[in-house]
């Protein structure tokens, strides 16, 4: 276990054999949480890594000499190697990496503020991906935060200058730079095309200045992100890929439509190769001040309704504050939200790649090729590492292969059914983490859809139902976290209030959801071929075990459920 210091947030050594030492302060405490080093809690910031021993590259005066040797050279084969291993945005963690590139080299900037903008392609297990990564320098004198710090690359002489090498994403002096740029339409020859910083007439009404505070956001994602005078979030995309990307697609059709529950589209940067093909480099949207994502905002709630369910076991004194309430009023807020953003990208539109389809028998069959695929690699890993597992876990996954085959004849059966319904575009990786919580109301953001697959699935028609399926799943993960989190009280009390806890939330959760979401999405055209076509999984589960001879868990029949059974497993 981990003691984790909770008034800093701050993660003291792990607990091990030998004798913990503290050191206090006179009347001094310190008040800690005990957590595994896999369950930190949300609020635990990540100490400031070391810095490396850095090698020094030389530069006579320009920044584009990183792409001629002998810089190249040391920055291709020794220095992004390494560093690239230390970047979460970097996809290529399970492989060694074979080969770095600097595909190109774009100067930006002013005299005092040199950045180069670049994109760098890495080949590991045989396959090559782009990344973008803008270099900046920063002599020693202007360092004045650690960020430039812990993201530099190298050392470098330039001139009588010493300072870093570093990506320029941390450098405010070039998230001012690409403002301005966006703000002029400014547009740089590149390898070929061209680099385009191009606004939208939404973009002048804030008033943005080169004086407006830049505010980096604390965790690194898969892209990197930063605020600008607390009202546009300008977001660089790290993996680069030739296309329409669905991020920037989507948010100019939903911010077109008038649609405001998303974080409206106010600029963008795109990189047009010399094949005339569009590389999105940064997207720039409005910000959304907000109470976090609904996912560290369902985990808190749920903890102050365990909080409230202990203290009303134990004192049997009425609840004030019900934090279980107010999850569920979400849950329908943000099903009515979804339904209402799935009108708007229902509705006809002379952008065929807007336009609603209805699924054939062929999508059908194609669908559930895919789905079958899927299960049958997880089907495969499971069966690869079942002698890991406990006992219980490892009957569960005997009972899976055991039924392999009535698991993909259901699969298929489902499939059939959805001939006829609607397939339009959709958010395609829609989860509580990419819900804001804004007042009680809910806004959705991160239109870039899945990044492991290519562009043009993510940019695919689907049925509205996988957004509904991917927050229903989501539900589920938020309950059987709150069962397990922190394993701060272990004692039988407590993890039976944290069971009832989760099982209320979860059917009033779901059933608010999905009812706010038929309400909202009622008019949607579908012509299901099959009356059950949108209705299997209300079906009683007792009908589905019948059919797959399938053991489950008993569970108490949610609202809603026509059969009413306390064998139901659910929506």
């Known amino acids: 276990m981990v003691p984790v210091e909770m008034l800093g947030g701050n993660a003291f050594p792990p607990i091990g054999q030998l004798n ?12 800690f949480v005990l957590a595994a080093e896999n369950q930190m809690p949300s609020w635990h910031v990540e100490p400031a890594q070391s810095l490396p021993d850095f090698t020094t590259l030389v530069l006579k005066k320009r ?14 084969q020794g220095i992004l190697p390494n560093w690239l291993q ?12 074979e080969q770095v590139n600097l595909a190109y080299g774009v100067r930006f900037g002013d005299a005092q503020h040199p950045v180069l903008l670049s994109e760098i392609e890495v080949t590991s297990a045989g396959q090559t991906s782009r990344y973008q990564l803008p270099f900046g320098f920063i002599a020693e004198e202007q360092v004045g935060t650690a960020l430039p710090q812990q993201l530099a690359l190298s050392r470098v002489r330039r001139g009588p200058q010493v300072g870093l090498i570093t990506d320029a994403f941390s450098l405010e002096s070039y998230v001012r730079a690409v403002l301005q740029g966006v703000q002029t339409s400014t547009v740089l020859p590149s390898d070929g095309g061209e680099i385009r910083f191009e606004p939208t007439a939404e973009l002048a009404k804030l008033g943005l200045t080169a004086e407006s505070e830049v505010r980096y956001l604390s965790a690194e994602q898969s892209n990197s992100s930063v605020v600008i005078g607390n009202s546009l979030v300008l977001k660089l995309i790290r993996k680069v890929a030739s296309g329409v990307h669905p991020e920037l697609e989507m948010s100019a059709y939903l911010t077109h439509a008038g649609f405001r529950n998303i974080s409206p589209l106010l600029g963008s940067v795109i990189r047009r190769d010399a094949a005339g093909e569009d590389n999105l480099l940064m997207i720039a949207q409005g910000y959304l001040s907000n109470q976090g994502d609904a996912w560290e905002w369902t985990q808190n709630n749920l903890e102050r309704a365990l909080r409230d369910e202990l203290a009303h076991a134990m004192s ?4 004030h504050y019900n934090a279980l309430g107010e999850l569920k009023d979400f849950a329908a807020m943000l099903g009515q939200r979804l339904g209402e953003m799935h009108q708007v990208l229902a509705a006809p539109s002379n952008n065929p790649d807007f336009d609603p389809q209805v699924t054939t028998q062929k999508d059908a069959l194609m669908s ?17 590492y079942q002698n890991e597992l406990n006992p219980a876990d490892k009957t569960l996954v005997s009972h899976l292969l055991d039924n392999k085959k009535a698991i993909f004849s259901y699969v298929q059966a489902l499939a059939k059914q959805t001939a006829g319904g609607l397939r339009i575009r959709v958010h395609g990786d829609l989860h509580l983490g990419q819900v804001l919580v804004i007042k009680g109301d809910a806004y959705l953001i991160d239109f870039e859809g899945e990044p492991a697959r290519p562009l043009y699935e993510r940019r695919g028609k689907h049925s509205p139902y996988k957004d509904v399926s991917g927050v229903l799943r989501s539900f589920d993960y938020a309950a059987a976290m709150a069962i397990n989190v922190h394993n701060v009280d272990n004692t039988e009390a407590a993890q039976n209030a944290r ?7 979860l059917n009033e959760a779901k ?11 009622a008019t949607l055209g579908h012509a299901w071929q099959d009356p059950e076509g949108e209705t299997p999984h209300w079906r009683c589960s007792a009908w ?14 949610p609202p809603g459920c026509p059969c009413r059974c306390t064998a139901c497993t659910g929506y």
């Open 316 to 319: 049997e004194q009425e609840q």
């Open 499 to 505: 069971q009832r806890v989760s099982d209320r939330y």
């Open 63 to 76: 920044m584009e000499e990183l792409l001629e040797a002998p810089s190249r050279d040391t920055l291709e």
């Open 368 to 384: 559930a090729k895919d789905v079958v695929a899927q299960i049958e690699h997880a089907l495969k890993l499971l069966k690869q």
């Open 20 to 31: 913990f030492l503290l050191t206090l302060a006179p009347y001094g405490f310190y008040w």
């Open 544 to 557: 589905r075990r019948q059919r797959m001879k399938w053991p489950t868990r008993q569970r108490i029949a």
């Open 86 to 97: 230390n970047r979460r945005w970097f996809a290529g963690k399970d492989a060694a990496i």
């Open 511 to 521: 059933h608010a959801f999905v009812v706010a979401y038929r309400l909202a999405a």
